[in-house]
């Protein structure tokens, strides 16, 4: 009898895993001739660029001192590191035989062309709410690209995290296929800032909580996180600035890395802007779409009255620190800190040394998360 049971449950065991194989199984897409450069037309090569730049494609995608989109750049996950892959049209090491359904499958599915699951990493997650014109832009532009022959490190994930069929569970329970919908209710600036954020620049990646399997909390979107031991933080109306985010202060942070009222970019956002949304083929449109997104979000309008008697108090004890001889943390203040909070005139700084408060906040107290704009 107990053999029995035991035998029908192996029985079970096995016909579930050949079920879950079976479900996770894509077939491979077939190789193409890399395709001309004079096939794509310099209109859609130009979309795809700027595409490329608002979603930092070159940041996950591009090693430190590494050729643009060569792979190799290590992205730290709590299952370990996974590295960049080479997006170059190089045939042997990169994208070079990919074709347009391949490469839609894989930014959109996470499926690679010879039908093994990406992890999720890679956001498809999000770029799954891409429209066909700008999937193929993208393509474009990428195909044009110099090739570069180029291997990347093998990704750290342990077994059996490392199998890549098991992301077929992972996308069962967290992933859906969807196109970005308009929101009718909203104005069409306001929609292109949510598309952008969204479906492209992935800001939720960075700003959204994560569950143990690494997925994003359902629920808790912008809600803020922690990133590689710096804190991004909320972006809806639980953002602990005590100044509002307006659609001016975002628009000037995001395309220049500052903000009078809001200091200046640091740890992970600075590739974001530096690398992204301060490039000049991203338009002034795009980025000003996604400050009014995440302006409304904020409720900044709402909150901006108080905005002048905050920013006069504020001036008016910056210089706490100034003459307060032989104090130990007045000294350090006026070392690390002056020269992004002290302000000697009757106005915020319009210029702030990018990251050098928080990086030396950062060496002071590596166990404790640093907050970046």
């Known amino acids: 009898m107990i053999r029995r049971i035991a035998v029908a449950i192996l029985a079970v065991g096995l016909l579930g895993l050949a079920g879950f194989l079976l479900l996770s199984w894509r077939r491979a897409i077939a190789p193409i001739e890399r395709p001309a450069r004079e096939s794509f037309s310099a209109g859609s090569v130009a979309h795809g660029e700027a595409l490329a730049a608002a979603g930092h494609c070159a940041s996950c995608h591009t090693r430190p001192g590494g050729q643009s989109f060569a792979g190799g750049y290590g992205v730290n996950t709590p299952f370990g590191i996974i590295y960049g892959t080479n997006i170059t049209p190089d045939p042997k090491t990169g994208i070079g035989t990919w074709s347009i359904e391949a490469f839609g499958r894989a930014v959109r599915e996470g499926v690679a062309r010879d039908g093994s699951h990406l992890f999720p990493a890679f956001p498809y997650n999000a770029y799954t709410k891409l429209t066909d014109d700008d999937l193929r832009a993208l393509y474009a532009y990428l195909m044009t690209r110099q090739p570069v022959s180029a291997t990347v490190p093998s990704n750290t994930v342990p077994f059996p995290l490392s199998v890549r069929a098991l992301q077929e569970g992972w996308k069962v329970l967290f992933f859906r296929s969807v196109r970005y919908q308009n ?22 990646g960075c700003h959204t909580p994560r569950n143990s399997l690494g997925a994003e909390k359902a629920g808790y979107a912008y809600a803020g996180a922690v990133v590689d031991g710096w804190i991004a933080p909320a972006l809806d109306q639980a953002n602990p600035s005590p100044l509002p985010w307006t659609q001016e202060d975002l628009f000037s942070f995001l395309r220049t890395g500052t903000s009078p009222l809001h200091g200046a970019t640091g740890a992970t956002m600075t590739p974001v802007i530096r690398d992204a949304l301060a490039l000049a083929v991203v338009p002034d449109s795009d980025v000003r779409a996604i400050a009014v997104y995440f302006a409304d979000m904020d409720q900044a309008a709402a909150r901006a009255s108080g905005v002048d008697a905050t920013v006069r108090e504020a001036l008016a004890t910056s ?48 166990s404790h998360p640093v907050e970046f704009p």
């Open 183 to 204: 929101n009718p209710a909203k104005s069409d600036e306001w929609n292109r800032g949510a598309y952008l954020a969204e479906a492209l620049s992935d800001c939720s």
């Open 319 to 366: 210089d706490l620190a100034v003459g307060q001889l032989y104090d130990a943390d007045a000294d350090l203040y006026a070392s690390a800190c002056f020269s992004c909070h002290y302000n000697a005139g009757r106005a915020p700084l319009r210029a702030r040394p990018e990251s050098n408060a928080t990086a030396f906040a950062f060496i002071l107290f590596p």
